[in-house]
């Protein structure tokens, strides 16, 4: 029986939390911005970026660069800043083997998600990706899912595997779309006022053994 898996990917295969900081304290040296100029671009690309708030930043700070030149140099930077653990890389191999379809199913922009996939190597590892503003459909929304699926060559009636961070997004998404679910805790509390996931794990490399477990019963039941 073939087994699919959608993950998310910032803050549960690539820590983005922990890499946004970093840029932004080389952002504001590079450009000899006031000491209140970090805390603020954190404030306005903790979410997400895109495109668009780099023509703010460019306005905000006075900066002689355009905001597409500030875009790319962010992606770039980026890209190279970014690391996926060495044991979640050679899992994802380790479940191909076990015969898993994986997929990405992310929220963002085109460029800087694509860019971080290739950088750490997850682009050549999975069978499909799908990144919300390509595919103009965003988690929690069930069509989002159901690209996934797709570009993984199924479908979300076929069962399958969601697993990510964010409790409504990833988690309630991913149940409302039919699939089963495993939050990334990465050491918070789950929200009491939501339905709990299937499984809880603090990070991706418990969640692959879970996944690897599950299928060395069901391939010898």
């Known amino acids: 029986m073939q087994r699919f898996v959608l993950w998310d990917l910032d803050n549960t ?4 939390h922990g890499t946004l900081p970093d840029w ?15 805390q603020e ?3 306005l690309l903790g979410e997400r970026a895109y495109p668009p708030s780099f023509e703010e930043i460019r306005t905000r700070y006075r900066l002689a660069s355009t905001a597409d030149d500030l875009w790319r140099s962010y992606c770039a930077d980026i890209a190279a800043m970014v690391s996926c653990p060495a044991d979640v890389l050679t899992g994802l191999d380790e ?6 379809r994986i997929g990405i199913a992310t929220n963002g922009a085109t460029d800087i998600q694509t860019a971080k996939l290739r950088a750490i190597g997850i682009h050549s590892r999975v069978e499909g990706i799908c990144i919300s503003e390509e595919v103009a459909a965003r988690k929690p929304e069930r069509e989002h899912f159901a690209q996934a699926a797709a570009r993984c060559g199924t479908t979300l009636s076929a069962g399958g595997w969601m697993i990510g961070d964010n409790p409504v997004n ?3 998404g991913g149940r409302a779309a039919g699939l089963s679910t ?4 990465n050491g918070s509390p789950w929200p009491t006022d939501l ?4 499984h809880r794990v ?10 690897l477990s599950d299928s060395v019963t069901r391939s010898t039941t």
Not at 24 to 38: E, K, M, Q, S, Y
Request: hydrophobic share 45%; charged share 35%.
């Open 182 to 185: 495993i939050w990334i805790a």
């Open 24 to 38: 932004a304290g080389d952002f504001v040296a590079r450009h000899r911005l006031g000491d209140d100029a970090r």
């Open 195 to 198: 339905p709990e996931p299937d």
């Open 41 to 43: 671009l954190l404030d």
């Open 170 to 172: 990833d988690i309630g």
């Open 13 to 16: 295969l690539v820590d983005r």
């Open 95 to 100: 479940l191909r083997r076990h015969g898993w």
């Open 202 to 211: 603090q990070h991706a490399r418990a969640a692959i053994e879970l996944l």
